[in-house]
């Protein structure tokens, strides 16, 4: 078996010279982008190199509870990151975010690694670890989005709702269309991106698969798996986000609180 081509430091050094095309973009149109892009890749970075300094650690102890407790953190990072980039409290959004991540992981993770990869131990680092956060953060994008599109829509357009309510709709019937609207500009991206996938890529773990000398036909199992777990689980989060933001979004008597919005 070929040995994998390695990346030195300062070949990954020379590699972030791609980034001035996306920063010179951005700053000519002057999106007020420029900053947060920068940060979030010195983030990315810093954070993929720890990762990969103490997952090496992880695998090799592969304790069931160092496993889930990475899992919790992961999560929690992921629910910060949708509430900062959703621009709604944190204080009201966070738990039923965190909530909706941890029950829609657990169900695709249980259903994925122990019925079709047939785990003894679901909880194996190697499979558990790059699995869940491949499902966490292929996932972030479709919750922000929903979120963005279902509450801003509804303070947009209150009197639609009242109107609905007035005229004998219940909650969930009066809320349907937005939720409707919310789930297409989440998930149209996502499966226009599943419907190509195999002929434009190799993405996510398939690729790294085959760099390890995977058979490819494994590789390509593999990756159906993943596609069809991430966009069950995506729309799972999505579903009981909103569902439980639900239940502190609005008043008694019906009404969109105006204070949920952070300012």
Do not use: C
Request: proline content about 3%; cysteine-free; aromatic content about 14%.
């Amino acid at each position: 078996m070929e040995k994998v081509i390695d990346i030195n430091y300062f070949e990954l050094f020379i590699g972030y010279a791609l980034m001035a095309i996306p920063v010179l973009v951005l700053w000519y149109y002057k999106t007020g982008l420029v900053k947060d892009t920068i940060i979030a890749t010195v983030r990315m970075t810093i954070q993929l190199l720890l990762v990969g300094l103490y997952l090496e650690y992880i695998f090799k102890l592969n304790s069931t509870f160092v496993n889930i407790l990475w899992v919790l953190i992961m999560s929690i990072i992921a629910s910060y990151t949708i509430v900062k980039r959703s621009k709604l409290k944190f204080k009201l959004f966070f738990i039923p975010i965190f909530l909706s991540g941890l029950i829609s992981i657990a169900i695709t993770d249980v259903y994925f690694l122990g019925f079709v990869v047939k785990l003894k131990n679901v909880f194996d680092a190697r499979y558990f670890i790059p699995v869940t956060g491949m499902l966490l953060g292929n996932t972030i994008k479709n919750v922000i989005i929903a979120l963005d599109a279902y509450y801003k829509r509804i303070d947009d357009e209150q009197n639609l709702y009242r109107w609905h309510l007035a005229n004998g709709a219940t909650r969930k019937e009066a809320l349907l269309p937005f939720m409707r609207d919310a789930l297409r500009m989440a998930f149209n991206p996502m499966i226009a991106t599943t419907a190509i996938m195999g002929l434009i890529s190799l993405p996510g773990m398939m690729t790294g698969q085959i760099l390890g000398g995977s058979n490819p036909n494994v590789a390509v199992k593999y990756q159906i798996m993943l596609l069809i777990t991430i966009f069950s689980s995506a729309i799972l989060n999505v579903v009981l986000t909103i569902f439980f933001s639900n239940r502190i979004a609005f008043d008694k008597y019906f009404n969109l609180k105006l204070d949920i919005f952070r300012k």
